[in-house]
């Protein structure tokens, strides 16, 4: 999921294409509104089911895995 604090025309079922950095990659990839929930005044959480990318996949799970490594390792400090 995400946060927004906007959804303009957005709902359940809508199409969406989402692009952001990690680790200084750029993944883009569309997917399906799955729920959108108003937190608040300013604040909604949006659940996007992803279509299958498997590039994508296997750079998210790398990070996934390097960001897990990275914690563990400060939380033995």
């Known amino acids: 999921s995400i946060y927004t ?14 692009k952001f950095e990690l680790r200084d990659l750029d ?3 569309t997917g399906t509104i ?6 608040d005044e300013n604040l909604y959480k949006i659940g996007i089911e992803f279509f299958h990318n498997e590039k994508i996949e296997e750079v998210i799970s790398e990070y ?3 960001r897990q490594f ?3 390792k400060e ?3």
């Open 5 to 18: 604090k906007e959804v303009k025309n957005l709902g359940k079922d809508s199409k969406v294409s989402l």
């Open 27 to 29: 993944i883009e990839n």
């Open 34 to 39: 799955k729920y959108l929930k108003k937190l």
């Open 64 to 66: 996934v895995v390097r």
């Open 70 to 72: 990275e914690i563990i």
């Open 75 to 77: 939380l033995r400090i």
